[in-house]
């Protein structure tokens, strides 16, 4: 039986099972229960990590990818895996893991891309002024943090480490 035991954790005895109700229940990249075979009975048994209401569907993740990642490389991962295109509610909605600060002035909000389904294109607003930005233009804007982010990285390293290589924090 496969055993996921929870984000980053699994087992596997080699051997695979189709569990008739168990095979029914949903995906979900921000899941409300985990499950597993590694019972003394070896039946299957879901523990619930979430808040669950009357009415709500039962889901795990698919695949071994944290709620964090951004929406575009959970997708991918299910599409290489499992061969679809994830609409769970994560997905439908903003993608936080890639948000920056709004660069219109006087603006403190952040633009996030949403991408609902494969049908419409992603879309990258704002959440407080409501501006819509070109995806080809925000390239370029995500290549110069790029580049800032490692620049400071480097600099904290330099101050970190000594020669040779030692580390100089204790």
Not at 14 to 19: D, E, I
Not at 32 to 41: G, L
Request: one cysteine or more.
């Amino acid at each position: 039986f496969h055993e996921v035991i929870g984000f980053g954790q699994s087992l596997s005895s080699g051997q695979s099972a189709l569990f008739v109700y168990g095979s029914k229940v949903a995906h979900s990249c921000n899941p409300n229960v985990m499950y597993t075979s590694k019972t003394e009975d070896g039946c299957l048994e879901y523990k619930m990590i979430a808040p669950i209401q009357e009415g709500d569907m039962l889901s795990f993740p698919y695949i071994d990818a944290r709620p964090s990642n951004p929406t575009h490389i959970r997708r991918r991962q299910l599409l290489q895996a499992k061969d679809f295109f994830c609409e769970c509610e994560l997905c439908r909605g903003p993608d936080y893991a890639r948000a920056f600060r709004c660069p219109k002035t006087k603006c403190a909000g952040n633009v996030m891309c949403t991408r609902a389904d494969k049908e419409t294109s992603a879309t990258w607003s704002c959440a407080a002024c409501q501006t819509t930005f070109d995806h080809s233009n925000l390239q370029t804007k995500f290549f110069d943090m790029e580049e800032k982010v490692e620049d400071k990285m480097q600099a904290t390293l330099s101050k970190v480490m000594m020669p040779g290589g030692v580390s100089n924090i204790h």
